[in-house]
């Protein structure tokens, strides 16, 4: 089977998966937008992938998405930054990526709207946020207190868009209630930002109960490129 035939039976599968979950959960199909997660996966799948209707991709590494953004700058994908962020790499990442999901403190506002503002364009932001318990070892995301803050902050930027939340449900749990404390977190946002409408959560694994929940993006990777190499 040529890569091309793979990606389209993988992709075939998911968007099932999607369509079902949305009809289970009473959703219209074209509810959630399917971010297609590339990392680790060369330029020449993305290209594939965009050729089979993909319009979204994700990445999580800044050099590694920065130079296939720029190798796929022909194809007119909206590029999600999923990623850690280091703060003095924000500006560069907001040089590339239409969408960085993974804003998780303040301190990454300013740097991120001066790359936005340099390029002369809005660069909508989600913000992360931890589902884990507070002393949860390598958690990433914010608190959920402190979404508040941070949601001002990215509003009085001006270069950035608050589009809504991102998430990913807790290691070694039932994605489920975790998903459901997202969406109440999620309605509380909404109360101050309307605007803010995106809840990114589900992956391979959960995207069913991330859809149940009100998820508007799915990020996913493995069931469509396959599993990745172990080694970073
Ligand atoms: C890698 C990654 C995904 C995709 O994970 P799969 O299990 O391969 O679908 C989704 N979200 C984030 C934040 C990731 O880092």
Known sequence: MSRRDELERNLEAVRGRIAAACADAGRAPDDVR??????????????????????????????????????????????????????????????????????????????????????????????????????????????????????????????????????????GEDPRPAFDRLAAIHRDLLVEHPGATWLSAGMSGDLEQAVHAGATHVRVGSAVLGSRPQFK
Not at 42 to 48: F, G
């Open 34 to 171: 399917l971010v297609v997660v590339t990392k680790f996966f060369p330029a020449s799948d993305v290209r594939l992938l965009a050729d089979l209707g993909v319009s979204d991709v994700g990445e999580n590494r800044h050099q590694e998405a920065e130079a296939k953004a720029a190798e796929c700058a022909d194809l007119g994908l909206s590029w999600h930054f999923i990623g850690g962020l280091q703060s003095n790499k924000a500006a560069a990442v907001a040089a590339y990526a239409d969408v960085v999901e993974s804003v998780d403190r303040v301190k990454l506002v300013a740097p991120l709207a001066k790359g936005a503002h340099q390029r002369s364009h809005e660069v909508d932001v989600l913000l992360q946020v931890s589902l884990d318990p507070p002393d949860r070892e390598g958690r990433a995301g914010a608190d959920p207190g402190n979404l508040p803050a941070l949601a001002r902050a990215v509003e009085e930027s001006g270069a950035l868009r608050l589009r809504g939340l991102m998430a990913v449900a807790p290691l």
